[in-house]
């Protein structure tokens, strides 16, 4: 295997089916954080873990209990002088409805065409698990560590991660490390070794909009009275232009560019935007600001969403009333340089300025967190850039993503540390969708890039 010597080649080669098997495990338990009827299988997926940081060697295992779902901390802190890397992953997942679009049970992994499906598979158990079996295979084919690992692995990722943050804040001097290392992100494409190195931040919200005091007969009161749901669609429909560009005062205010240097490099990533639009959005047209390439639209450009909207009668048959309350949930995700604060305060403005007449509207932060950015000039990115190259055989290309890693942002804040975003999944890989995978073969050679790197980075 490149970028491997033979023993630690040899070993995981022998280990490839158990390692195989304990990651079947752990993707059959159903650790949906967001459902409290799953609390106890979100408590077994972090016993599950920890058990598994004990057999690969780790000399501390520590399960924290938190006011929702536990953390767990372990450590091997046996080589002196040498660096210390903290990896972070989430055992908890998200729901797996619409149950119906399932080709298998989401709960029952199977492997299909080469890749595992299951909820979680790439999201973030293969990817957190694949750190823990590189960490057990060091440990077993040298008798030691080339560096120091800690571990800090949540229950509460796809909820906001509320416990962690406050975790983060407030155990500096415990949680110590030169740099993170964080497996929560995709390759650019199938065999293209890509460390990510820019993350969009996420406000989420929710807007609640009130009309009459009950819900009303359409029929005594229809063309008299405010209805919440049209109000609250007529508000939103306000939010951005056909195009996509958000026309919220102050948004793009603090917007910062990328550098023509970035730029010139995703271009050279040549995306096919006719696949793109097939196979990844399967739409009949993609959107955004004209003028912009599809990776500026994603990677370094602020977006407005609305995730979902509640209200009036929605179930069978029929019932005509107009309804007193609607529920909105939308997002932004910021750039380089925009506040968060700001970014609020600009919408709450907007939102009190634009109500439509007689509805009165609430707005509710959930959570918010900044933009992320690593210097690719940190020898830790030059170091993973190196190892998954060789992994590889190929260039390792540098880029951003439009998702958020809202761990990212609190190591950088709280520890300063930058994070290696080192993702070994892929784009279509259907995270919080339905049939979920990750490719059977990334799996095994991520436990190999993580390997490699901690090698490296240890030497």
Known sequence: MRGMTESLASYLNANQQRHLDELFALLRIPSISTA????????????????????????????????????????????????????????????????????????????RNGNIYARGAADDKGQMYAHIKAVEALRAVHGRLPLNIKFLIEGEEEVGGASIARYVATHGERLRADVALVSDTALYAEGVPTLCIGLR???????????????????????????????????????????????????????????PAELESWKSLNLDEARYLKEEVGSSRLTGETGRMVLERV??????????????????????????????????????????????????????????????????????????????????????????????????VLIRSGGSVPIVGDLATHLHIPSVMMGFGLPDDALHSPNEKFRLENYYTAIRTVAHFLTLYGG
Request: hydrophobic content about 40%.
């Open 36 to 111: 409290p009827e799953h609390t106890a299988d979100v408590h077994r997926a972090a016993a599950f873990v920890a058990e598994s940081l004990k057999q690969a060697g780790m000399t501390t295992v520590d399960v924290i209990a938190t006011d929702r779902h536990p953390l767990i901390y372990a450590e091997c802190l046996e080589a002196p002088g040498k660096p210390t890397v903290l990896c972070y992953g989430h055992y908890d997942v998200q729901p797996p409805d619409p149950l119906d679009l399932w080709e298998t049970p989401p709960f029952e992994p199977v492997i």
């Open 201 to 259: 931040g996420l406000i989420y919200l929710e807007v609640e909009a009130t009309g009459p005091s009950r819900d009303l007969h359409s029929g005594l009161y229809g063309g008299a009275a405010p209805n919440a749901v049209f109000g609250l669609a007529q508000l939103l429909g306000k939010a951005k232009d056909a195009e996509g560009r958000i026309l919220i005062p102050g948004v793009y205010d603090d917007v910062a560019e990328p550098a």
């Open 299 to 396: 990677w370094s450009r602020p977006t407005f969403e609305v995730h979902g909207i509640g209200g009036g009668f929605t179930g069978v048959g029929s019932k005509t009333v107009i309804p007193a309350k609607a529920v909105a949930k939308v997002s932004f995700r910021l750039v380089p340089d925009q506040d968060p604060d700001r970014v609020i305060a600009a919408f709450k403005e907007w939102v009190a300025r634009e109500t439509p007449p007689g509805i009165q509207t609430e707005v509710r932060v959930m959570n918010a967190s900044p933009a992320v950015m690593v210097s690719p000039d940190h020898v830790a990115i030059a170091t993973a850039a190196k190892a998954f190259s060789e992994v590889y055989g190929r260039q390792t």
